[in-house]
């Protein structure tokens, strides 16, 4: 099982890759986590991803919109008679960069406010403060995102190595992060 504190996840199944894409595909709707099919849409399997014999990206099905929900990025590679899944947890890329634009944007507003303000007397204390308080609702959204996404690697986790256990007599795989 996943380590709470750890993003990192590798998984040894022995069985070949092609084999493991053929298990995953049983828990695992496939198209784009960011511009989703039909199939992602109405589908009702467990995961939600793009799969193939040497890569995969997965996220848990929520039934909700969360930009800061995590992601599997990882890789699957054949490796003494077997396969060795590895990858990290984290953010979709995009999600990552955001918030420093964001705050670029936000700051550069109130730079703009402070300095170019000719009158310097203060009854526009509204527009200063707006950045400042679109800046907190930023760091709020991330974190609310991030307290609903908390578990999800466990989760992620758990489902792919009940998936790849399957057909193996009920062998385990084994899972290291």
Request: proline share 4%; with cysteine.
């Amino acid at each position: 099982m996943a380590d709470a504190r750890s993003n990192r996840l590798e998984i040894f199944v022995a069985v070949s890759p092609k084999e493991c894409v053929d298990r995953l595909d049983a828990v695992v709707d496939r198209g784009g986590l960011m511009l989703p099919s039909w199939k992602v849409v109405f589908g009702s399997k467990l995961l939600i991803g793009q799969l193939s014999e040497t890569k995969l990206q997965l996220r848990k099905r929520i039934g909700y919109r969360n930009s800061s929900q995590t992601i599997l990025n990882g890789t699957m590679r054949a490796q003494d008679g077997g396969t060795m899944i590895s990858g990290e947890f984290g953010l979709h890329p995009v999600v990552r960069i955001f918030p420093f634009v964001w705050c670029v944007l936000l700051l550069s507003a109130l730079a703009g406010f402070v300095i170019l303000d000719p009158k310097k007397e203060g009854s526009d204390w509204a527009l200063v403060m707006a950045p400042v308080l679109l800046m907190v609702l930023g760091m709020a959204v991330v974190w609310i995102g991030k307290y609903f996404a908390r578990d999800e690697a466990r989760f992620i986790t758990a489902t792919l190595t009940e998936a790849l256990q399957r057909r193996e007599g009920g062998k385990k795989p084994n899972v290291s992060s």
